[in-house]
């Protein structure tokens, strides 16, 4: 009768022999080392775990691996499952160059194994914890609500979703180096789309399409370079890029005497659903890391 170690905090349960994380009664999909990390920082609530301990708990000292690379790509999965955010963490403190602190209140359960039928879960009056309904007694509505929150995302290839992000890079730094190469021709656009405040549509875009230049350059070779903190730069970037998007959405009325109302206007709508597309492309990337 070996010990089942269960660490619990908030809707999350961490079974330590089965290895599986679950949230709400839900499984969900973690990968060994975010887990081990996990399982680490919840042996010792509220104490810095030094990135010295983790590397000794993950890779022996004879293992030769891009530890650092290693430990902060582990970290990015973990905080993906757990809904985490290092700028402002729920659960997960970075302590800088010294390692992590988890920050939530932590139970442990500790069950013994029957040999044939195993027990019903045990509730703990210190834990304070109410046995979470199974899925089959869940409704359709109540299943869904609590799957593992990547079932929300599109199947597709992690070469897939990285091109696919890349490309909308581009396309967008073909509208700003368009801009840059005849101002004198957006400053024309700007008076006839906006003439009430051309000169301030002018200096807005012209001022746009330099910075966007410089942003998409980042991204697109940090998604060639598949830098580990990318899901975590974009979050950051997010709503600034979002600002940016939504200003040069509204690019293609520059060019309405050309395309005509109907045809801008269904552009402008389109790149309207970019930035949530894009924002979308970033947590598959993530997802598949």
Do not use: C
């Given at each position: 009768?070996?010990?089942?170690?269960?660490?619990?905090?908030?809707?999350?349960?961490?079974?330590?022999?089965?290895?599986?994380?679950?949230?709400?009664?839900?499984?969900?999909?973690?990968?060994?080392?975010?887990?081990?990390?996990?399982?680490?920082?919840?042996?010792?609530?509220?104490?810095?775990?030094?990135?010295?301990?983790?590397?000794?708990?993950?890779?022996?000292?004879?293992?030769?691996?891009?530890?650092?690379?290693?430990?902060?790509?582990?970290?990015?999965?973990?905080?993906?499952?757990?809904?985490?955010?290092?700028?402002?963490?729920?659960?997960?403190?970075?302590?800088?160059?010294?390692?992590?602190?988890?920050?939530?209140?932590?139970?442990?359960?500790?069950?013994?194994?029957?040999?044939?039928?195993?027990?019903?879960?045990?509730?703990?009056?210190?834990?304070?914890?109410?046995?979470?309904?199974?899925?089959?007694?869940?409704?359709?509505?109540?299943?869904?609500?609590?799957?593992?929150?990547?079932?929300?995302?599109?199947?597709?290839?992690?070469?897939?979703?990285?091109?696919?992000?890349?490309?909308?890079?581009?396309?967008?730094?073909?509208?700003?180096?368009?801009?840059?190469?005849?101002?004198?021709?957006?400053?024309?656009?700007?008076?006839?789309?906006?003439?009430?405040?051309?000169?301030?549509?002018?200096?807005?875009?012209?001022?746009?399409?330099?910075?966007?230049?410089?942003?998409?350059?980042?991204?697109?070779?940090?998604?060639?370079?598949?830098?580990?903190?990318?899901?975590?730069?974009?979050?950051?970037?997010?709503?600034?890029?979002?600002?940016?998007?939504?200003?040069?959405?509204?690019?293609?009325?520059?060019?309405?005497d050309r395309m005509g109302p109907g045809l801008a206007l269904g552009a402008?709508?389109?790149?309207?659903?970019?930035?949530?597309?894009?924002?979308?492309?970033i947590r598959m990337i993530q997802q598949r890391a």
């Open positions: 009768m070996s010990p089942a170690l269960k660490y619990t905090f908030d809707e999350f349960e961490a079974d330590v022999n089965a290895a599986e994380l679950r949230r709400n009664g839900n499984r969900l999909k973690v990968q060994m080392q975010p887990f081990q990390v996990l399982v680490a920082l919840l042996e010792r609530p509220r104490e810095v775990v030094s990135r010295e301990d983790l590397r000794l708990r993950l890779w022996p000292e004879d293992t030769f691996v891009d530890f650092d690379h290693s430990l902060n790509t582990a970290m990015v999965k973990l905080r993906e499952v757990l809904g985490d955010s290092a700028a402002s963490p729920r659960y997960i403190e970075t302590i800088a160059k010294r390692g992590y602190r988890f920050l939530g209140d932590v139970h442990i359960l500790r069950d013994k194994i029957a040999a044939v039928v195993p027990p019903e879960p045990a509730i703990t009056a210190s834990a304070g914890l109410a046995a979470a309904p199974s899925v089959e007694d869940k409704s359709p509505t109540e299943s869904r609500a609590e799957i593992s929150p990547e079932a929300d995302l599109p199947r597709a290839s992690r070469r897939t979703t990285r091109t696919l992000f890349v490309l909308v890079q581009i396309m967008y730094m073909i509208f700003y180096l368009s801009a840059l190469f005849d101002w004198r021709k957006l400053d024309r656009a700007a008076a006839m789309a906006f003439p009430f405040a051309a000169q301030t549509a002018f200096v807005v875009y012209l001022v746009t399409a330099l910075i966007g230049v410089v942003v998409r350059l980042y991204l697109v070779t940090a998604t060639a370079f598949d830098y580990h903190l990318l899901g975590e730069k974009y979050r950051i970037l997010f709503p600034a890029l979002f600002l940016l998007d939504m200003i040069w959405a509204l690019a293609p009325l520059l060019l309405m402008s709508a389109a790149l309207l659903y970019l930035p949530f597309a894009q924002r979308v492309l």
